[in-house]
């Protein structure tokens, strides 16, 4: 029975896209003294390191090139690359354009993968770039199509690469900060600076601050201060201890500041929220 097919996911990278092969596209060791400054491109030029070292400026910022290192260089863009004299490149590259098949026009670059990209699998990664070649410099069957096919799966791998790295840098931030809360709320009345901080987590003060308020949506001064008031709170609420106490124990310079920040944040006075049970008494001999 006929089943009608099921639309792309609305997210799906490249969807709707036309990719079209150009004749400039090679693989090629680098000649001693190769220094690359093209003209600004009118296409795209998949650009990928086989092996060698060197380094590509691109928009004025600098990226290391080295096996596995993959540039989409885009059209507008002016790249320069230098090899390292002692180790030469050795790089495919493979000049494309673009269609956007609804809109009739060129692909919106900026729904392309990033510039860069570092590959990890570079196996499977190069077996499809060599490829891909023999589609651009061949007249097989279907070339075409394969080539559409070929390119749009290398793409999908540098959207992949870029998403991983940026979920394996999220991830080691988020356990970063997770262990400077772990600092903070391990002695929430001692007093310690931002520098002192950020010492323990082999960070500057300035970094860790940026961060800080990258993963948590908050500076480190509001957290803290969030931290001491819930900690109060819980003082007040299930200890003996009196406002003056509770400020004293939590490391405020006097109980005004504590009671004011207190209030600001639950909307009522410390007082309000104190302990109310009578303190435990020793027992008494029963009475006949």
């Known amino acids: 029975m006929f089943k009608p097919q099921e639309p792309a996911e609305p997210d799906f990278p490249l969807a709707g896209i036309r990719l079209l092969r150009s004749a400039q596209a090679g693989k090629a060791r680098c000649e001693p003294g190769w220094h690359w400054r093209p003209q600004p491109l ?16 691109l928009n004025g910022r600098q990226y290391p090139i080295e ?4 540039f989409l260089v885009r059209p507008g863009d002016s790249p320069e690359a230098v090899q390292d004299p002692e180790d030469r ?8 354009s673009a269609q956007d098949l609804q809109q ?11 510039r860069y990209s570092r590959i990890g699998d570079t196996f499977l990664f190069e077996v499809l770039l060599n490829r891909l070649l023999q589609t651009i410099h061949g007249n097989g069957r279907w070339y075409e199509a394969e080539f559409q096919l070929i390119l749009s799966q290398l793409l999908l791998h540098l959207f992949r690469a870029q998403q991983e790295e940026e979920s ?10 997770n262990r400077v809360i772990g600092h903070i709320r391990e ?22 601050s940026l961060l800080f ?13 969030k931290a001491r008031l819930e900690r109060a709170l819980h003082l007040l609420m299930e200890t003996p201890m009196n406002v003056s106490q509770v400020a004293e124990a939590l490391g405020y310079s006097n109980v005004y ?32």
């Not at 009118?42 to 400026?57: F, I, P």
């Not at 394996?168 to 900060?177: E, P």
């Not at 002192?196 to 960070?203: M, N, R, T």
């Not at 308020?213 to 957290?223: A, L, Q």
């Open 168 to 177: 394996s840098t999220s991830g080691k931030h988020r356990q970063l900060i």
């Open 42 to 57: 009118h296409d795209y030029d998949l650009w990928y390191a086989l092996s060698g070292k060197g380094r590509m400026t």
């Open 187 to 208: 002695d929430i009345g001692k007093r310690i600076s931002h520098e002192e901080i950020a010492e323990q987590v082999q960070l500057s003060a300035e970094y860790l």
């Open 89 to 96: 490149l050795t790089v495919i590259f493979i000049h494309f």
């Open 213 to 225: 308020k990258k993963v948590t949506g908050t500076s480190m001064k509001e957290y803290i201060t």
């Open 67 to 70: 096996k596995g290192s993959c």
């Open 104 to 114: 009739g026009k060129a692909y919106d670059p900026n729904l392309m993968p990033e």
């Open 257 to 288: 500041l504590f009671s004011k920040q207190f209030k600001e944040h639950y909307g009522s006075p410390p007082s309000a929220f104190k302990w109310k049970s009578q303190p435990a008494e020793a027992h008494k001999p029963p009475t006949h």
